[in-house]
């Protein structure tokens, strides 16, 4: 499979603490992204690396990107209950012009 | 600005009847695509099109078809509804063909085959 792989499946932590997920893919890509999905929603575009990206940053959340290791990970800083949800990663291969979406990994914030 | 919209939200089928899942677009996107998301697995593509007049099988094609007369609607039709078809579905749009851009999502179709 082509798809990023997210770890880990899911992640309890208390508002006001990091959290810290990791997506893995197999092939080489053009760009990497990560989404959020609140529960019964659609997903939501948080952050795209470009392969000759190595760190980037938006408000709370830091992606960073190894392609040496074909691994990305996604920080989000001082959590919020509102940052309660799905998150995935979608890798674009240079070759192909499509998505592939990992099983994401399941965040719980406790107030 | 609407983004994607997907019609309907909630569907029940009976096995073997068929239906058309909506999907409109009002961002002038090239790039537009189907998903469907099942517990544990992600999501799947099922189709996708880089424009008008063109689409092409992901990863979960069978059982669905496309087609892509404008640039704002991607329909998605079930043939003949199995209860292996159960889920829920997306609709994606993206500025860019080669993927080089964000996607946007619709807030998704449950359907429920029984």
């Known amino acids: 499979s082509q798809q990023g792989e997210e770890d880990p499946q899911a992640l309890s932590i208390q508002e006001g603490e990091n959290a810290t997920m990791n997506c893995s893919y197999k092939?080489?890509?053009?760009?990497l992204q990560w989404y959020r999905q609140n529960s019964g929603r659609g997903l939501v575009h948080l952050i795209l690396?470009?392969?000759?990206?190595r760190e980037k940053h938006s408000g709370r959340l830091r992606v960073t990107l190894d392609t040496s290791k074909k691994s990305s990970s996604l920080l989000i800083t001082a959590s919020r209950a509102a940052d309660t949800a799905s998150y995935f990663c979608?890798?674009?291969?240079?070759?192909?012009?499509?998505?592939?979406f990992g099983s994401g990994t399941k965040l719980n914030v406790k107030p | 600005n609407a983004g994607v919209t997907q019609t309907p939200k909630f569907q029940v089928l009976k096995t073997g009847q068929s239906m058309t899942l909506q999907c409109a677009q009002d961002?002038?996107?090239?790039?537009m695509s189907w998903y469907r998301q099942d517990p544990g697995m992600g999501l799947r593509l099922i189709h996708y099109?880089?424009?008008?007049?063109?689409?092409d099988q992901g990863e979960v094609p069978n059982g669905y078809n496309v087609s892509r007369s404008t640039t704002e609607d991607f329909p998605l039709r079930l043939l003949s509804a199995a209860p292996s078809q159960t889920s829920v579905y997306f609709c994606?749009?993206?500025?860019?063909?080669?993927?080089?851009?964000?996607?946007?999502f619709g807030q998704g179709t449950r359907l429920t085959v029984v």
């Open positions: 994606a749009s993206s500025y860019s063909r080669t993927g080089g851009t964000e996607a946007f």
């Open positions: 690396i470009r392969s000759n990206e």
């Open positions: 979608a890798t674009v291969p240079y070759n192909f012009n499509k998505f592939y």
């Open positions: 092939t080489s890509i053009n760009n």
């Open positions: 961002m002038n996107h090239e790039y």
């Open positions: 099109s880089v424009g008008a007049g063109i689409t």
